[in-house]
């Protein structure tokens, strides 16, 4: 009797491991079986260049006497005034000409006081415009090259997230800042219409250094190399006369940003491309084929049966 029972265990057992290991098998023949694909898509391709800072005015100024040791015969503002581009702020007993204000804001500081003495560069006022306001965004040097006064830019106020803020590039340094080996050039983006915008408050900015309408584009990476040449795996539907299948077509690329690439020559507008398998066996490596790889540009070639190749020529509608 006890025989009985050792040989049904071992029975149970057997069975059990034998129906883990299908299992195991047939799922992971189901994950590497999987194929993901895309559309080739035509609309409008941008390509923007993020950056972030922070909000300042445009007008932040100190005032300075230009005359020396001339007596303040009157101050014709007060601290919080509204002012306007060239009115009076400081009269001199002398006659000589008054200080005036360079352009419009408020006069936040006022430093001398009527019957007072000034000298020549000496500060007596400070004027903030904060109507007029802008922000200044560090970009690195490798995206440098693609900035130009004039670009619009789309912002975001870490205060208004619900709120869209637009602006245009009006400056590009023309020098940079290295730290950690790293250089950043400032770019000053004037702010459209910053309602309820406050001096300080953080901002992120998105600007817009290229855009086609009517463009070709799929996900970066669904393009592969070998051997310098850039290729896409297309999917064969069935026909009488061919099986399904896949067709390697050599493709030449156009602008690109940070989710798709433009293909300008070599496959047109809806056919279905495939893109590399998130996931294989568990006894290969996963390789994200069509990733950047160092040295070797995206991922290399596909040795799939029942692949073709097709030269790229055709130009995308």
Do not use: C
Request: charged share 20%; hydrophobic share 35%; net charge negative.
């Amino acid at each position: 009797m006890k025989k009985v029972i050792l040989i049904g265990l071992a029975i149970l057992v057997v069975g059990f491991v034998g129906y883990q290991w299908y299992s195991s098998k047939t799922s992971t023949q189901s994950v590497t079986a999987q194929v993901r694909t895309a559309v080739v898509q035509t609309g409008t391709l941008a390509v923007k260049i993020s950056g972030s800072g922070t909000v300042q005015p445009v007008t932040s100024e100190d005032l300075k006497s230009k005359i020396d040791n001339n007596e303040i015969d009157e101050l014709l503002v007060t601290v919080g005034e509204a002012v306007n581009e060239g009115d009076e702020l400081i009269t001199f007993t002398d006659g000589s000409d008054p200080i005036t204000a360079p352009a419009s804001g408020i006069v936040t500081t006022l430093t001398v006081g009527a019957g007072e003495r000034v000298t020549n560069g000496q500060v007596v006022a400070h004027l903030t415009n904060y109507k007029n306001l802008q922000t200044v965004v560090q970009i690195d040097e490798l995206d440098i090259p693609k900035m130009k006064n004039g670009q619009t830019v789309s912002l975001q106020v870490n205060a208004y997230p619900d709120q869209a803020y637009t602006g245009i590039v009006t400056m590009v340094a023309e020098e940079g800042v290295t730290e950690n080996g790293v250089s950043t050039f400032d770019v000053i983006i004037h702010i459209d219409k910053p309602d309820n915008l406050k001096v300080g408050m953080s901002v992120e900015a998105s600007i817009l250094t290229a855009s086609k309408e009517n463009a070709l584009f799929v996900p970066l990476d669904a393009i592969y190399t070998a051997n310098d040449q850039k290729y896409v795996i297309a999917t064969i539907a069935s026909t009488e006369n061919q099986s399904s299948g896949t067709e390697q077509i050599n493709v030449k690329l156009g602008l690109a940003n940070d989710d798709y690439v433009e293909i300008t020559e070599g496959i047109n507008g809806g056919e279905t491309i495939q893109l590399p398998q998130l996931a294989t066996g568990s006894t290969t490596t996963t390789n994200r084929q069509g990733m950047e790889q160092p040295g070797g540009g995206f991922g290399g070639e596909m040795g799939d049966a029942g692949s073709m190749k097709r030269s790229g020529g055709m130009s995308g509608k």
